[in-house]
């Protein structure tokens, strides 16, 4: 067990936001400490964009994100753009690509994002505790917050915590940034999946499982025009239901009981092509659909 350590920030989480953080504040001349659960660092940078990162996008404005605070959007994007980011990369020399719509990948593979956020973490001299499972927090009159962990109290005058949400266990996502919260007295509205693929009951989605892998570029829409979502995105056909980056939007709109609007051929008047086609010409509707979707489809 160490004696006890002191810090003028303890970062808890050590992925991406909590990694850049004590990165920042280190560099600014804080005395911080980064404490992280899991024996691996930044296991969901990793596992990002196949293996590849996709790091940011060209595009990201407060208009493509989700909140009951919209300012807080604004005001964190204005301080930090997907260029700043882009300039740290090219820094490191780690270098990238644009796949599509913006999205921008790694040349490499994703560790060189990691490794950037740990030299940053190193350029700030910030000291790191992990593996290490930071068992409570409590308020302390001297020093402000303690932090128990089996090796030991931390001490700090302000605790960032950056541990994320329940996206994916199985990589050591836990609900204790929520339990945390609820100790020091904030409200937790009910959590809910979002940016997830929409899967069906087997029965239902039987006739359409021999579409699995077909991807085809759809409009999607779902709820009002107030208060729902509508995008012209990839759609993948899986055997278990959609996904693709367009159903991944949308499933942060869908509302339990709501349809979902799929528009095959959203850049075309279908009937009327389809109508001339056949008093027009000789062609058969299957070919002039197949130049439209995939054959399969």
């Known amino acids: ?88 990369l090219k820094r490191h020399r780690v270098t990238w690509h644009e796949k599509h719509k913006g999205q921008l990948f790694c040349d490499q593979s994703s560790e060189a994002v990691i490794d950037v956020l740990k030299h940053e973490c190193d350029a700030g001299n910030v000291a790191w505790r992990r593996p290490l499972a930071v068992e409570h927090v409590r308020h302390d009159a001297t020093t402000g917050f303690a932090l128990d962990t089996h090796a030991g109290p931390i001490h700090a005058r302000a605790v960032v915590v950056a541990t994320g949400g329940l996206s994916i266990p199985k990589i050591g996502a836990t609900d204790f940034a929520y339990r945390l919260a609820k100790q020091f007295g904030h409200k937790l509205i009910d959590t809910r999946p979002a940016l997830v693929p929409l899967t069906f009951a087997a029965d239902d989605w039987a006739p359409f499982s021999a579409l699995s892998g077909v991807s085809l570029e759809v409009q999607l829409a779902t709820g009002s025009k107030k208060a729902g979502g509508e995008f012209i995105e990839d759609l993948l056909l899986t055997h278990r239901g959609l996904s693709g980056p367009g159903v991944l939007q949308i499933s942060s709109y869908w509302q339990p009981g709501e349809p979902i609007h799929v528009n095959l051929l959203p850049d075309r008047d279908a009937p009327t092509a389809l109508l001339e086609a056949k008093t027009g010409t000789k062609r058969q509707i299957a070919n002039l659909l197949a130049e439209w979707v995939p054959t399969r489809l």
């Open 1 to 88: 067990m160490r004696a006890m350590e002191s810090f003028d920030i303890a970062v808890i989480g050590a992925g991406a936001a909590g990694m850049m953080c004590a990165a920042v504040a280190g560099q600014l001349g804080r005395r911080v400490v980064l404490i992280d659960h899991a024996p691996r660092l930044a296991e969901k940078i990793r596992i990002s964009g196949g293996g590849r990162c996709n790091f940011t996008n060209l595009y990201a404005g407060p208009g493509n994100y989700l909140s009951a605070n919209p300012h807080f959007c604004r005001s964190a994007l204005a301080r930090y753009t997907p260029r700043d980011f882009m300039a740290l």
